[in-house]
């Protein structure tokens, strides 16, 4: 908890190190999510996923992810504020639970099915920290899933559009056909030990993109993809009318 007054230590990491201007609002009152579906195929057996999430209401089930009609793949707060990743349509729980909704965290998901060992083909990690699941359960060995498929993808809700996440995403990066580790993304601060971003600086893939919500000029272009591959995504329930409703939010992961 930060007590008023006080210096917020994530704020103090990030001074000196890489700066996140802007994030992006969710209010589940308004059924915001953002939406894209691949024109083509990329890899569909490995992939990283990055986000920040600062959560807002933390009272039901919410979606961050949700693709294909049937949900396959998925990330979901559970009613009880464990995690539950879903990978080929068989679904993972953590032992850790998130219902800390003034505190922002940083999430990264390396999916693999190329991994002969079962417990090599899903990590995740929480600022830096790997998790650990109370239920486990992964596809075969070089099974093709959804994510990165020509398929609907949804950031911000499942697929119907339902559980719509309310809250806040900053630095969303998808890497299409890499599995990567919280090293590419963050680092530890080695005055304050805080878990801050860095500035992503590999490859993306053919279907990979990056997150950044930094042009409110309409709803089209906050959905814009900064990696350069121009997959853009399209909106729903996001404002860009200045007031209460404005949704391009100064509030960061280095601005808490």
């Given at each position: 908890?930060?007590?008023?007054g006080?210096?917020?230590?994530?704020?103090?990491?990030?001074?000196?190190g890489?700066q996140?201007?802007?994030?992006?609002?969710?209010?589940?009152?308004?059924?915001?999510?953002?939406?894209?579906?691949?024109?083509?195929?990329?890899n569909r057996?490995?992939?990283?996923?990055?986000?920040?999430?600062?959560?807002?209401?933390?009272?039901?089930?919410?979606?961050?992810?949700?693709?294909?009609?049937?949900?396959?793949?998925?990330?979901?707060?559970?009613?009880?504020?464990?995690?539950?990743?879903?990978?080929?349509?068989?679904?993972?729980?953590?032992?850790a639970v998130?219902?800390?909704?003034?505190?922002?965290?940083?999430?990264?998901?390396?999916?693999?099915?190329?991994?002969a060992?079962?417990?090599?083909?899903?990590?995740?990690?929480?600022?830096?920290s790997?998790?650990?699941?109370?239920?486990?359960?992964?596809?075969?060995?070089?099974?093709?899933?959804?994510?990165?498929?020509?398929?609907?993808?949804?950031?911000?809700?499942?697929?119907?559009?339902?559980n719509?996440?309310?809250?806040?995403?900053?630095?969303?990066?998808?890497?299409?056909?890499?599995?990567?580790?919280?090293s590419?993304?963050?680092?530890?601060?080695?005055?304050?030990?805080?878990?801050?971003?860095?500035?992503?600086?590999?490859?993306?893939?053919?279907?990979?993109?990056?997150?950044?919500?930094?042009?409110?000029?309409?709803?089209?272009?906050?959905g814009?993809?900064?990696?350069?591959?121009?997959?853009?995504?399209?909106?729903?329930?996001?404002?860009?009318?200045?007031?209460?409703?404005?949704?391009?939010?100064?509030?960061?992961?280095?601005?808490?």
């Amino acid at each position: 908890m930060i007590v008023p007054g006080s210096v917020n230590p994530l704020l103090l990491a990030s001074l000196a190190g890489y700066q996140i201007p802007y994030s992006l609002r969710f209010r589940a009152a308004n059924s915001a999510y953002l939406s894209r579906t691949p024109a083509s195929a990329g890899n569909r057996k490995t992939a990283t996923i990055s986000m920040w999430i600062k959560r807002g209401n933390i009272s039901s089930a919410m979606d961050p992810l949700g693709v294909a009609a049937g949900n396959t793949e998925a990330i979901r707060f559970n009613a009880t504020n464990t995690m539950m990743i879903r990978f080929g349509n068989l679904d993972s729980t953590t032992n850790a639970v998130f219902r800390d909704p003034s505190a922002w965290g940083h999430l990264v998901i390396a999916r693999d099915t190329t991994q002969a060992t079962s417990t090599d083909r899903l990590k995740a990690w929480w600022n830096g920290s790997a998790l650990t699941f109370s239920s486990y359960s992964v596809p075969a060995q070089n099974a093709d899933t959804d994510l990165f498929n020509t398929v609907v993808h949804n950031l911000g809700a499942s697929t119907g559009p339902g559980n719509i996440y309310d809250g806040y995403m900053a630095e969303v990066n998808f890497i299409d056909g890499q599995a990567l580790t919280p090293s590419s993304f963050g680092q530890t601060d080695a005055t304050t030990g805080v878990w801050v971003p860095k500035k992503y600086s590999g490859t993306y893939g053919a279907n990979g993109f990056y997150l950044k919500f930094a042009d409110a000029t309409t709803t089209t272009t906050i959905g814009n993809d900064s990696s350069g591959n121009a997959n853009n995504w399209t909106t729903s329930g996001i404002s860009v009318t200045s007031g209460v409703t404005f949704d391009q939010m100064t509030d960061t992961p280095t601005l808490n």
